[in-house]
């Protein structure tokens, strides 16, 4: 339908990267919506433009320019500034409803049911149920609803300093009114869930939907190499669905990097794809039993050159979803 559309925001050229491959892998799994970016004065040309072949709609929010609410929204509350350019989504008022992800998601199949949906469904967050996720939700464009939401947050601002605060204060019923709009976990399965309850991701991970990155490391945080279909973590700890990181650094190396390097041309730029030395292949060691492993990483210690590389991760996680 002509009038629905996903939508997602990209304020960076890290963030428009992420977008390039959700757009992607919305249009591989054969989306029948509009696709529209958002996307802030930062995003550098050669990004924008590979946005624009892959989006219907790659729309500039520079609310510090707009001379409207948002703006004077942002000026009282300076710390919001990527939350209300993600508010800006509500304006989109030529769709009668959208579905808003994250620019850290990806696709893995066609999810146009979402649109079944109505405002404000979400799935809840991993760390606290009560609140939904802010990562995928369904919405209704609306000008009074955009008003309403910058007036929120002026007064109250964010109790988590991010667009998750803002919603979940606003849409505060959620938890409690109309289950219809609790989204399943597997619409935003984020990658967490597999090291707090990773029973459950054995039993439901296979028929995740959409994955969703989220926390401070990236996809793109990492290095890949597209030969030997690795990743290289350098000095990250692998946080992520070791399968979902390859889905998307496979997509991003061959759909979304022969069109950044197209637009870029003769200046230069890093696609974060390296060429294989195989200097990085490790010594499996024995395996420690799963509750070790579990209180190893709930400290934090994550053994990422060792028994947490990404080999042995991947070998764990492969036999559990077979
Ligand atoms: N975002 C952005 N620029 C930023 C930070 C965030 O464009 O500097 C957008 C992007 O769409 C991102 C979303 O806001 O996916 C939410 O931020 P993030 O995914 O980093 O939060 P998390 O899901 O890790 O809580
Ligand atoms: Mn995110």
Redo the contacts with the bound molecule.
């Keep these: 339908m002509a009038d629905q559309a996903f939508v ?5 050229d ?3 990267r ?2 390039m491959v959700l757009g992607k892998a919305l249009r591989n799994n054969n989306t029948s919506k509009k696709l529209v970016a958002l ?2 004065p930062h995003v550098s040309e050669p990004c924008q433009s590979v946005l624009k072949r892959i989006y219907d709609e790659v729309k500039l929010v520079d609310v510090l320019d707009s001379g409207d609410t948002a703006h004077l929204a942002m000026m009282k509350r300076p710390d919001l500034g ?1 939350t209300i ?2 508010l800006h989504c509500w304006t989109l008022t030529h769709y009668s409803k959208c579905v808003f ?5 990806l696709v893995l199949s066609n999810v146009d049911e979402l649109f079944e949906r109505e405002e404000l469904s979400a799935a809840p967050d991993p760390g606290w149920p009560d609140c939904f ?3 995928v939700f369904v919405f209704r464009p609306s000008v009074e609803t955009y008003g309403k939401l910058l007036q929120f947050c002026t007064e109250h601002g964010s109790f988590d300093g ?3 605060g803002v919603l979940n204060g606003f849409f505060n019923d959620w938890a409690t009114a109309d289950i219809s709009k609790h989204l399943p976990f597997i619409y935003n399965l ?1 990658s967490i869930a597999i090291y707090t309850y990773l029973p459950a991701f054995k039993q439901y991970g296979g028929n995740a939907k959409v994955v ?5 490391t ?1 996809p793109w945080s990492y290095t890949f190499d597209p030969k030997a279909k690795r990743l290289l973590g350098g000095e990250q700890e692998f946080t992520s669905h070791p399968t979902f990181l390859l889905d998307w650094w496979t997509l991003y190396a061959s759909a979304v990097v022969p069109m950044l390097r197209e637009q870029y041309g003769d200046q230069p730029f890093h696609s974060g794809c390296v060429e294989g030395e195989g200097s990085f292949s490790q010594e499996v060691k024995p395996q420690p039993s799963s509750k070790e492993r579990k209180e190893q990483w709930e400290q934090g210690q994550a053994d990422y050159m060792g028994m947490d590389s990404f080999d042995n991760i991947k070998r764990r996680l492969d036999t559990f979803l077979k």
Excluded: E, P, R
């Excluded at 992800?101 to 998601?105: G, I, P, Y």
């Excluded at 969703?212 to 401070?216: M, R």
């Design positions: 997602t925001l990209a304020t960076t890290s963030y428009a992420g977008a996307i802030g990527v350019t993600k992800m994250d620019a850290d998601t996720n802010s990562g991010g667009d998750q984020s969703h990155f989220l926390g401070k990236k």
